[in-house]
T-cell receptor, first 118, second 112 residues
Framework: GAVVSQHPSWVICKSGTSVKIECRSL??????MFWYRQFPKQSLMLMAT?????????EQGVEKDKFLINHASLTLSTLTVTSAHPEDSSFYIC??????????????FGEGSRLTVL | GQQLNQSPQSMFIQEGEDVSMNCTSS?????WLWYKQDPGEGPVLLIA?????ELTSNGRLTAQFGITRKDSFLNISASIPSDVGIYFC????????????FGTGTRLLVSP
């Protein structure tokens, strides 16, 4: 149980285009999902907290108009990188917490999506 | 963003050796988690710790939640080649619903 899936697993796009990444909880409902960014050989940095049915909460320094987050259902959150530039190239990882269980602190992660902007 | 201090940064050991890595913070956490990440994949949860002083095992893995709630360690006994990967600690702050802060990572290499 507690499987989180991301799509696509990798994407290459031209500078200036927008890219959407999906994060799905396959066997549980998630009222909260988190989006992280990881640069090569670095740790995961939290970008934003996605809440079902409400606006996402962004971490300091993360542009909300650049990284659009939509959490329209209890099993799906999307991250759209708008007008992507080469410096946006990174490994984007989502995680989700089972919303119907007590807050154990355990988060389950997707496989990650590698974005390369040319 | 905030990060936890994790050490060592990398380790290269022989198969069969034991490994220890630790994580420290200036902040108090109410949950500590240890994850392993393989290249090109998302982190996989290894062990979760919920109480200060708690010692928890999962197979060859043992982790402890420090008494001060500001540190944790992970031990791997009798390492095998598939233990290769990057290990991250993560802490859940006392405020902030399920929001995790990650350590800087320990890269483990195991020689057969």
């Amino acid at each position: 149980g507690a499987v989180v899936s991301q799509h696509p697993s990798w994407v290459i796009c031209k500078s200036g285009t927008s890219v959407k990444i999906e994060c799905r909880s396959l066997d549980f409902q998630a009222t909260t999902m988190f989006w992280y960014r990881q640069f090569p050989k670095q740790s995961l940095m939290l970008m934003a907290t996605s809440n079902e049915g409400s606006k996402a909460t962004y971490e300091q320094g993360v542009e909300k108009d650049k990284f659009l987050i939509n959490h329209a259902s209890l099993t799906l959150s999307t991250l759209t990188v708008t007008s992507a530039h080469p410096e946006d190239s990174s490994f984007y990882i989502c995680s989700a917490a089972p919303g119907l269980l007590p807050n154990t602190g355990e988060l389950f992660f997707g496989e990650g999506s590698r974005l390369t902007v040319l | 963003g905030q990060q936890l201090n994790q050490s060592p940064q990398s380790m290269f050991i022989q198969e069969g050796e034991d490994v220890s890595m630790n994580c420290t913070s200036s902040s108090i956490f109410n949950t500590w988690l240890w994850y392993k990440q393989d290249p090109g994949e998302g982190p996989v949860l290894l062990i979760a710790l919920y109480k200060a002083g708690e010692l928890t095992s999962n197979g060859r893995l043992t982790a402890q939640f420090g008494i001060t709630r500001k540190d944790s360690f992970l031990n791997i006994s009798a390492s095998i080649p598939s233990d290769v990967g990057i290990y991250f600690c993560a802490g859940q702050l006392t405020t902030g619903f399920q929001k995790l802060v990650f350590g800087t990572g320990t890269r483990l290499l195991v020689s057969p």
